[in-house]
């Protein structure tokens, strides 16, 4: 129950950081749908470790495999379960970690729920744990497409204090930081450079919007598409604010600037972020979150060992200092994953 | 499943605003919990309406009727389900919009959905179906209360332009605009007489602190405890924007500001908001929502009919000026709802 | 969770026999539907008490309320709740129960779990609490009937040691105890009369036909049709057995007898119960169930009571013979809303 | 949700057949529990194909690998995902069945369900998928016999006409057929030859008892364990009647002779089977099943094809000519999961 999202598409995620192996079981995906290993790895290779010296250089080939649910290069409407093998899981760099606890991470708390202790990478809580979700985003962002033309994308709008401005969505692609302007990328190489080089790290905001979404997708009371978007990001490691269409800004506004006049074919403005009541509303999802800093940085903390002792701590390793390059792709798949369980629900009730 | 929040602290919500009543049906309340009908009156009457010249004039008793579930004023462990008839259901003060959409409401988005017009007052959609939300949580308050000494509280910190500066809890249930500052109270007062003059209304935000909360609720993946905090407000009519601790100021922050420093018997500071790895860690949780303004304004505003014709329309009836005053209690309602589920499931696995 | 049945079309049940009121909340039912009280009615009042003088005596009008789901004679698509209130429970009847555990009901078994001793009448388990299912049943019947055509009907096919012919449908609405065959009728009350001379009960035998139900409902694994009817039969009080198709008489047969040979338009034979593989087959749905004898019996039995000291007990009051005649209802009801589901289910991934 | 069994002890099941590999993911395993490959082996081997001459000659080493949630030899309380490889999985086999429809086979149901026809030896309607459910038991009973001292086992009451006496437990595990009583094993031999020479197959039955079950499992109404148990045993493949208790022999009982006496201590029969009102009383839990035959016989059949025409069809292959001596682990898999399940659940409750 804890390691499954969605109601009908619904996905299992297993898997440790430092275990044999990760993946997921993804069951409700509609039969019939040409699906192949190359549509998966595409996705994959966007979200991998080592693809620029900003992120971790653990080195994973994250080569997926499809165990079921796929015949002769079509989706059976069983489940489809993928694994990827873990290959790059240095023990070693957790050894001087296995009594104390790092700052920021959820070592402290899963200690303390199951009365164990994995010092491994976090175990489960590590963002090596995203790929999986992934690999499932590439099967529903397929249906999507296929059967609305719904198309969810994401692009970094904030890291630390560089506001980015949005030149387009061409850019998005062109660069590894998924920044929608790629003048702004050598400034980002050198805030991270120096970050990195004082051993610290620092958060972001980011952006994602999906358009082609048919109207009437959510319900009312407990099964919200708002909710559920909120739910499925803010589940995300290391994000810790959601907004939808106005946001935060909502909260200084009028009815009359916030609400959006309707007007033949559509609204004139998007305050709702395509949400109104919990319901799509056919215009584009405008969804954005917030990210707080990698906690593993090299920079002396303080800390408490299993005893309750006080300990000093500098985390070393192979470490992001910041998560948005490699967690654009996890937030287009949770959107991608909530879109996909909705519009099977609605195709249920019409 | 629409209508049911929760895994095993479950409640299902029915009805509609003009329908003949609304309740709910809480599945899995421990059994042997002393219970009164005044235990959850008295929650409803803090939210209910008619309260001040700011709210709703709807005039409710908002009288609550257990129908199951408690036994010589003790819970039994089986299904606790709780009857609000609707009383002062004016149908004539909707008979003007039943061909028209309100903008900033859900009216379009139901009847994309659903193939139907309900013109009366939103039907589900309408804040009055949080009533049966706020009589839940007084279940669910009194068993997180007795058995952990937890407590949910909210308070309003911002309206429109207006920031509130916290001055203590006392003063939060000193006044109906839940605000922690009494001197501030005028203020707001002539702020929203000059909207309702304006015909028009405002958003807001508001902070909910859960203390007394036991470490280890949460678990990985599909089931973090901050994803569940965010899938709960977000659901909460009008809420566009959550943030959990730092929330969007954790972009600018770096590693070393944000991470809370761990120390014999806690955590220096409180960044993480009480969560870390989506499991709760001891501390206090921080949540803060930010709500549109309520979008029945008296001033004209461009919308379709259902054939889709351009009209005018001015929302005339008895509404709200400010969701805020009797969205607190829901807020508290559904935090304290996610974490008497997630504490009953803690229990299961140790 | 406890309460709920189904995924899609969801009922979830409340209420206890002795307290205010019971009822259920049906989510999931497609907008658009025509449905009046009178259609509940008439299921209920097949089902009620006080309808011949081999069930209980006890006087419920079992009048059924619409709360909410319905607007101007039409599903609007949100929960449908219905509320019937209790009106004839006296508690003097169980009086002298209070420290004493009924063999063959679930006092005891309640008791030990709830560690709550709630003497009225069974409480939750008492076969009142079918009612809100029946009620439930209207909803799904209808909506079946009208989109699919499909029907499911139930009858006695043996009391006790008495086998009863099949002669044809109509004569099964004919008469007060739901068998194919008017004659046996007075065979029928003779021995139930004389059973409840003896201070006794008696078990019985019954099947239910679903004809029309269209092919491709059910799943692998988890959600197979068969199983989940299974789980919808045993859940009703009194069955201890259930069988699809052949049943146990497979367990002698050969596979060449066993096997139903396929032909163009169908199928020869129907061993299989319309079921293969835990997926419709587009036959009919064969089921049979088992009912246990009516615990409540007047002859004196040995039991303990709360201190666990050995007592006699005789259980006086208002009690049925035989289970049948009220609980063929009840069977029709949650195979209607077993198919129901699945039917939603299938809608969705195709 | 179409693959996941359980609620709190969730066993999510992928594969099929013919394809790369089977297995399954077991989320909620309570933490700390020790636990290896070796405890999975055991008893996956004991329900492997090519055992004995009666059973299919597939070969499959049926290796078990344990992907997550087990570290250095403990459980986790993070999902357990267990893999199996299909090795021995001949396609040619099924060449001749590519357009054809086997009877008694969910070869037709599946391809009118999902509109898609995969006649690899069934897909995933497979006795084959029934391995990572043995699996996940070995999971499930390490933790009932450590927590509770709970055993579930099994045995074979009848095959085809033949009734076998009970012996003990000891001979059970004495012989590869699972009955308690070695001198029918000459007996039964020479009935499966003699059946295998005539191209046929046959049913069979068999008995399920759950010693040392807490009082006090299963819930009202939705929840009932004996519901959960009989959707459990009906949706293992070739079942086709699940009795709980006296079963089908209730429906002649009286209710004096149907009740069981409550006595200090205990019940004085067991007709209940150890449930009442779907809570467990303490006493053994008594189940039986019937299996109907293996549809795959060698006998000539009417069928048709997948443009409707009739066909003969006579499957040859590697198949078992009666289910039970493989599915006798399956039945105990499937209790022991419910049993997991529902004990969570009460653990959550008090």
């Given at each position: 129950m804890s390691s499954t999202f969605g109601r009908l598409f619904c996905v299992t995620n297993f898997g440790e950081s430092h275990g044999p192996a990760i993946g997921c079981v993804i069951d409700g995906c509609p039969p019939g749908m040409p699906l192949t290993e190359a549509d998966l790895q595409h996705d994959l290779d966007r979200r991998k470790p080592g693809t620029s010296r900003h992120v971790t250089q653990r080195r994973e080939s994250d080569r997926v495999e499809i165990l079921s649910g796929v015949y002769e290069g079509q989706t059976t409407g069983t489940p489809i379960a993928l694994l990827i093998r873990n290959e790059d899981s240095k023990e070693r760099d957790y050894e001087d970690l296995i009594d104390t606890f790092r700052p920021g991470h959820a070592d402290y708390t899963y200690w303390r729920k199951y009365g164990f202790r994995d010092p491994r990478g976090g175990g489960r809580s590590s963002a090596r744990l995203t790929a999986p979700?992934?690999?499932?985003?590439?099967?529903?962002?397929?249906?999507?497409?296929?059967?609305?033309?719904?198309?969810?994308?994401?692009?970094?709008?904030?890291?630390?204090?560089?506001?980015?401005?949005?030149?387009?969505?061409?850019?998005?692609?062109?660069?590894?930081?998924?920044?929608?302007?790629?003048?702004?990328?050598?400034?980002?190489?050198?805030?991270?450079?120096?970050?990195?080089?004082?051993?610290?790290?620092?958060?972001?905001?980011?952006?994602?919007?999906?358009?082609?979404?048919?109207?009437?997708?959510?319900?009312?009371?407990?099964?919200?598409?708002?909710?559920?978007?909120a739910h499925a990001m803010m589940g995300i490691n290391a994000v810790k604010g959601v907004e939808i269409g106005a946001g935060f800004a909502a909260a200084r506004m009028t009815g009359a600037e916030s609400n959006d006049p309707i007007v033949p074919g559509g609204f004139r403005t998007n305050h709702a972020g395509g949400i109104l009541g919990g319901i799509t509303n056919g215009d584009d999802i405008f969804i954005r979150a917030a990210c707080k800093p990698i906690p593993s940085i090299e920079k002396e903390q303080e800390t408490i060992d299993i005893g309750g002792h006080p300990r000093k701590v500098a985390v070393r390793g192979r470490h992001d200092v910041c998560v948005i390059p490699r967690v654009i792709p996890v937030c287009e798949a949770m959107v991608c994953m909530v879109l996909a369980d909705h519009l099977l629900r609605q195709r249920a009730i019409l």
């Open positions: 979700m992934v690999g499932a985003r590439a099967v529903a962002k397929k249906w999507l497409r296929a059967s609305f033309g719904t198309e969810v994308r994401g692009y970094m709008q904030q890291l630390g204090v560089i506001e980015i401005p949005f030149v387009s969505w061409a850019e998005v692609e062109a660069n590894a930081f998924f920044v929608p302007n790629s003048q702004v990328v050598a400034q980002l190489e050198n805030y991270m450079d120096e970050l990195r080089r004082s051993g610290d790290s620092v958060g972001a905001r980011l952006r994602v919007v999906a358009t082609g979404v048919p109207v009437g997708l959510g319900a009312p009371l407990a099964a919200k598409l708002d909710a559920d978007i």
